[in-house]
């Protein structure tokens, strides 16, 4: 008799095999999941550490800040956000960083793409905006944007997360949780 694998031995390895890769694909997906939430969670600390670095510097919030303030609009991390914030070599200064003081600087997939919602401004893994908020009087206390309590910071930042809006607070990914 021949030593060797029959073949219903190879269809059963081939079995479990198959059994086994069904069980690694969801951890997978759900292991990718948790890694673009913990990305977009360290990006968010960077909106807010870069807000506060600014401040540093100039003693004051930059005036698209109050901008945007005055006009209702939403503080979000568009290209005007990324060009004052990380001003290109050479070219003229921003106005609202006549140092050209470089606060950050965007790596590969920071930047939104020429066709997206957001081109050029620094958004999350989801191509969403960052949106934030700052201590305009400086209390060391911003109110929470869901419209419940406080929150203890002089800089807040968030992302809408997988569903992209910022309302719904179930998904979304914060630098101050």
Known sequence: MKKGFTLVEMLVVI?????????????????????????????AGVVAT???????????????????LAAGLPHLTHK???????????????????KRIV???GGVGALG???SAYPG??????????????????NESIAHPSGEGTIRARVIAWSGGPDGKSGTWEDNVTSWE
């Open 50 to 68: 870069v807000m506060l670095k600014y401040h540093a510097d100039y003693n004051r919030w930059p005036g698209f800040y109050a901008q945007e």
């Open 121 to 138: 401004g620094f958004v999350d893994r989801w191509g969403n905006a960052f949106e934030y908020l700052v201590d305009d009087d400086q």
């Open 80 to 98: 005007g956000w990324v060009d004052a914030m990380s001003p290109p070599p050479g070219g003229t200064p921003n106005q609202d960083n006549l």
């Open 103 to 105: 606060f950050f600087e």
């Open 15 to 43: 079995t479990i095999l198959g059994i086994l890769m069904a069980m690694m694909i969801p951890a997978a997906g759900m292991i990718l999941k948790r890694a673009k939430v913990a990305q977009a969670k360290a990006d």
């Open 113 to 115: 793409a020429a066709d």
